[in-house]
C-alpha cells in the first residue's frame, strides 16, 4: 500500500486548506483511514478518523466544527477539508491507513502511513 499526502502549503490565520491523501496498492475501501499531525516540538496526534464507508467520523475536541474528513472510495482518495485555520493547526500532517477499525486510532496498530504535508498558519 501507498499512501500519498498533498494539498499542504502556506495560509493566514482564518484561511481554508484542503488536504488529500491518494491510495493505491489494495482495496481502499478495506481501510479505515485517519489523519495525524506532529506540530514542532509536540507528539504526533489524530486529528481526524473515518469509518470504511464514511458513515462514522471521530474528530479530535480541537478541530471538531473546524475540519472535515471525508473520503472517495471510487476515486481512493481521502480528504481534509480544513476551515477557519489557527496558528496552533501548524504541523505536518499525515494520512495513515488501518485494515481494523478502532476509534482509538492507536498510532501503534495503523497498518500504513503516508509521507507527510506541511501546513503552517500565519498570524
Known amino acids: 500500500v501507498q499512501l500519498q499526502a498533498s494539498g499542504g502549503g502556506l495560509v493566514q490565520a482564518g484561511g481554508s486548506l484542503r488536504l488529500s491523501c491518494a491510495f493505491s496498492?489494495?482495496?481502499?475501501?478495506?481501510?479505515?483511514m485517519a489523519w495525524f499531525r506532529r506540530a514542532p516540538g509536540k507528539e504526533r496526534e489524530l486529528v481526524a478518523g473515518i469509518t470504511y464507508s464514511g458513515a462514522a467520523t471521530d474528530y479530535v475536541d480541537a478541530v471538531k466544527g473546524r475540519f472535515t474528513i471525508s473520503r472517495d472510495n471510487a476515486k481512493n482518495t481521502l480528504y481534509l477539508q480544513m476551515t477557519t485555520l489557527k496558528p496552533e493547526d501548524t504541523a505536518v500532517y499525515y494520512c495513515a491507513a488501518r485494515r481494523n477499525y478502532d476509534p482509538r486510532w492507536d498510532q501503534s496498530r495503523v497498518d500504513y502511513w503516508g509521507q507527510g504535508t506541511q501546513v503552517t498558519v500565519s498570524s
Open positions: 496498492g489494495r482495496t481502499f475501501g478495506g481501510y479505515a
